[in-house]
C-alpha cells in the first residue's frame, strides 16, 4: 500500500527506477520553471498533506508547510488495516480507525462504514467535518469512536 515516485524511459527496456516510497499518499508533483526542484504534497491519515520539495531525484526532501499545526492540539486518530477471509475463500481488506490516545482494555462505541475499495485510502488525510454522506473518521475517532 505504499505510494511513491519513479523514473523511467519510455524508450528504454529497462525497469523504472525508485525515487522516492513511503507509507504516504502523494499529490502529483510540480518542477519549477527556472530551477532542477519539485514541489508536491504528502500525507497520511495523521499528517496534513503539506508542500514538499527536492531536487528531481525526490532526494532529501524538505517539508516547507505547516498548514495545520492547530491539530496537536486535538486527540486524533490512528488506521491499521485488517485482512480477513470471506466466505467465499477471497482477501478482503479493510481499514480500522482508532484514536491517537487508543487505550485496548477500554471499551468505545464502533460506527461500521462498508463501501466498496476503502482500504485504498489507508494514507488519505481527512479534515474533521460533518458531511452529509459520509462517515468522517477524522471527526468520530477524536470524539472517542473506533471507525471500520
Same mark, same amino acid.
Given at each position: ?8 524511459? @519510455? ?14 499518499? /502523494? ?22 498533506? +503539506? @508542500?514538499? #520539495? ?9 517539508? #516547507?508547510?505547516? %498548514?495545520?499545526?492547530?491539530?496537536? +492540539? ?7 488495516? $485488517? ?6 475463500? +477471497? ?16 471499551? /468505545?462505541?464502533? #460506527? $461500521? /462504514?462498508? /463501501? ?10 481527512? $479534515?474533521? %467535518?460533518?458531511?452529509?454522506?459520509? #462517515? ?10 473506533? $471507525?471500520?
Amino acid at each position: 500500500m505504499e505510494a511513491g515516485y519513479f523514473q523511467t524511459d @519510455l524508450f528504454a527496456e529497462k525497469e523504472p527506477a525508485r525515487l522516492l516510497m513511503s507509507n504516504h499518499n /502523494y499529490g502529483f508533483p510540480q518542477k519549477a520553471k527556472n530551477s532542477d526542484r519539485v514541489i508536491w504534497t504528502r500525507e497520511s491519515v495523521s499528517d496534513f498533506p +503539506d @508542500l514538499w #520539495i527536492s531536487n528531481l531525484r525526490f532526494e532529501n526532501p524538505q517539508r #516547507i508547510s505547516d %498548514a495545520n499545526s492547530q491539530q496537536k +492540539d486535538f486527540n486524533w486518530l490512528t488506521v491499521e488495516l $485488517v485482512e480477513w477471509k470471506s466466505f467465499t475463500g +477471497d482477501t478482503l481488506k479493510g481499514l480500522l480507525y482508532k484514536p491517537e490516545n487508543f487505550d485496548p482494555a477500554v471499551k /468505545y462505541p464502533m #460506527i $461500521v /462504514y462498508y /463501501y466498496e475499495r476503502n482500504s485504498e485510502g489507508l494514507y488519505r488525510y481527512s $479534515v474533521p %467535518a460533518p458531511s452529509r454522506s459520509t #462517515i468522517n473518521r477524522s471527526f468520530y475517532c477524536s470524539n472517542g469512536y473506533l $471507525v471500520f
